[in-house]
């Protein structure tokens, strides 16, 4: 898939918001750590990708009720949904420096069409050293989940599966989307939010 980017500007891959807060003394220690520890652009962002993939439990895998949205937040607690986790992974990059965007799927929420769809969010980097944007899925891995690292063919957490119309967004935004955002701002219970709130559709 031809992935296509919302702005021309890489700067506006690079901002600070209200959800990538980037800012924070939390965000920027561990980012200093993450980046002592590589040897370049591409370790840091594979360092900075595992890191959020596997020290960050996704709040459905370990069934809890806590809902977290803001980069820090989600350091501080240790867990989110994709939605947080994203944010997550985009403040580490971004303040090193490096562009970092959304991107969204549409998927179902369980393994087949009668369970619904959800939107799931993930995230795209710039990559200067190789001139390239590759798309990384940080959502967490388990049974059947094994998103890796790669410059050159995506592993993300889940394959499209047209047959059952999912689908990939082929934009690469800026910020957050707006429905991802206000979901986890206006519910108290991510379990029953992930059960019957999540966006089906940008």
């Known amino acids: 898939m031809e992935l296509t980017c919302e702005s021309s ?6 901002e600070e918001t209200e959800e990538v807060d980037y ?19 591409i370790e840091f ?27 820090s937040e989600v350091l501080f607690f ?30 179902t929420l369980g393994d087949t069409p009668d369970t619904g769809y959800v939107i799931h969010a993930l995230n795209a980097v710039y990559l ?6 590759i798309r990384l899925d940080a959502r967490g891995n388990k049974l059947g989940v094994d998103a890796q690292f790669s410059l050159e063919e995506e592993k993300l ?24 955002t206000t979901v986890l701002l206006q519910n108290s219970d991510c379990t029953s939010m992930y059960l019957y709130g999540l966006p089906s559709d940008l």
């Open 9 to 14: 500007n890489l700067d506006d891959y690079l």
């Open 128 to 133: 200067r050293s190789i001139g390239k944007w």
């Open 78 to 107: 240790k867990e989110g949904i994709c939605y947080a986790k994203s944010n997550l992974l985009c403040a580490l990059l971004r303040c090193q420096g490096i562009p970092t965007g959304f991107c969204y799927q549409r998927l």
């Open 23 to 41: 800012g924070h003394f939390s965000i920027k220690d561990i980012t200093t750590e993450l980046y002592s520890q590589s040897l370049n652009e």
């Open 157 to 180: 957490a889940f394959p499209i599966r047209e047959l059952y119309d999912e689908m990939d967004y082929p934009v690469i935004y800026t910020t957050p989307n707006i429905k991802t």
């Open 45 to 71: 962002v594979k360092s900075a990708f595992e890191f959020v993939r596997d020290n960050i439990s996704h709040s459905w895998d370990i069934q809890s009720s806590r809902i977290t949205c803001r980069a």
